[in-house]
């Protein structure tokens, strides 16, 4: 599966993924006002609002970008009617040709981390069937259970060519709380230990020159990124923190490997509420898609100009 | 919340949550099959088989526990259905007077972890209306994001006076990959710091003498139990790993405190499956729910002669 993320990034020039973060307060006014009235103050109304707001979105920048990241808590928060606007949100970005990484952060043990795997990449039996459920191509991984966690993702990946990234430096504040502790056996810290593993894991899904296991380091802390690159060479990082959380162009070249690849950013609010950035002002609040747009291709010339 | 809890173990003698885990191979072959014949090999006939399987577990039980344990996992895999499935369990739990524990190790940071909470915990904001959407009493919080990841959470149980369980040592054989690893500057453990911030955010959240903020540690870990319990005074700890994966009552003791309170035991496919047991079956695969009910009087003594 990485390779195929790689051939859309070099296709269409963009070591880019847009975060479809749909909080109810992005949508525009006109796209939830119309939904409430036909729908009432419901979940089903803001299933819908989000599910048009995302298709705008995507119709507005599919042909620049390789991939989407849907926040599956956004829409978990509306219930089965969330959710059903997450697989729709899903499908309607895969018939538009974007890979779908899936940020769901899942991460349990056994059995249970099987049943998350199959739940979001793979296919589960019901008598002599097999049924895709939420069918993204990527998903985020949390690592604290360790590799009783990690294994029945790889597994799933290795059936169904998928991939992952797991969790190795977050691009919150407060990540160092657990991350940056040192570790006393072996004079490195936390999230070098993860990503000690991530390279381990790595070897195990194998898809050409990268790994299906990917990581995710945050582009706040690009210090720590050009430390992680090292210690997973073969691993794609996701980079979260690129825009809003306060990471730039110049703060991510230590993510990338010398041939141009091996990570790609997510910006989430700085594209789909673009419109309400001064720069991008002019294109008003149902210009909304346009906006993106071109905060995309400011991204794009951000980034590429860095790396 | 934490002090409903205590309540309904006081009232029914039993520090005991049976968890609610469905995997398909354990629902006996009269309700899939049925299940199949009316609906086909789908996603539909599976989510009717675990509702049917576990509100007929639920009525055999429900009087002697105080609450269950429903892992969304077992759920998820079976998409949108699966999680209707999810939430009419929780539902039909609620409504037999059973407090309902989400296992949901969900943890992302800021807006995303509120997201979360509100998803399982609140209340989600449509207009001037505030609906819940899966509308657990407690879920289950996985730390490794720090502080950002968990005190939306703490704020959602302040709001809603709910509770939640951060995993801090897991029952799984890795678990110590990265859980036990020692920390250069204090000479304590991963899990002793995440112990230690889980007695920080105990503070934020207390209600009576124990905190809606609790923890996960295993049964399979009893001497880890014993530092922990110490470490988090005012926590309950929800102990998975008895029965199925290894943890026998003598275990328990170090995870109560000394007013015979502090911990919930969990039993999975102790309970659910035990038809499958040799002990128990005299009662067949159509007596599933009646092996149930069996296997927990069983546990129940097993626990309460430990403690």
Request: glycine share 10%.
């Amino acid at each position: 599966m990485i390779s195929k993320l790689i051939e859309g990034i070099k296709k269409k020039n963009a070591p880019i993924v847009v975060g479809l973060d749909p909080m109810l307060s992005y949508v525009p006014s006109h796209i939830l006002d119309k939904a409430i009235k036909e729908k009432g103050e419901t979940m089903d109304a803001a299933a819908s609002a989000i599910l048009e707001y995302n298709k705008a979105l995507v119709d507005a920048i599919y042909d620049l970008i390789p991939a989407v990241k849907p926040q599956i808590a956004m829409y978990e928060q509306f219930g089965v009617p969330g959710l059903m606007a997450f697989t729709e949100t899903v499908n309607y970005c895969k018939e538009k040709g974007l890979l779908v990484i899936g940020d769901v952060k899942r991460g349990d043990i056994g059995s249970t981390s099987k049943a998350y795997a199959t739940a979001h990449l793979g296919r589960v039996s019901i008598g002599s069937s097999s049924i895709a459920a939420f069918d993204e191509d990527f998903c985020t991984v949390n690592p604290y259970l360790g590799s009783d966690g990690v294994k029945p993702f790889i597994d799933v990946c290795n059936e169904n060519d998928r991939g992952i990234f797991v969790l190795v430096k977050t691009s919150n504040p407060s990540s160092g709380e657990f991350q940056d502790r040192v570790l006393a056996d072996e004079d490195s810290t936390l999230y070098e230990a993860v990503g000690f593993k991530v390279s381990e894991w790595a070897k195990l899904s194998m898809d050409g020159e990268y790994s299906n296991i990917g990581a995710v380091v945050g582009a706040t802390y690009p210090r720590m990124g050009e430390i992680l690159r090292k210690i997973m060479p073969k691993s794609f990082i996701l980079v979260p923190g690129y825009g809003a959380q306060g990471g730039s162009g110049k703060d991510l070249k230590p993510f990338f490997n010398k041939d141009g690849l091996g990570a790609i950013v997510n910006s989430s609010r700085g594209i789909i509420t673009a419109y309400r950035n001064e720069k991008y002002e002019k294109y008003g609040e149902k210009g909304f898609a346009d906006a993106a747009r071109a905060a995309v291709i400011d991204m794009r010339e951000d980034i590429n100009g860095a790396i």
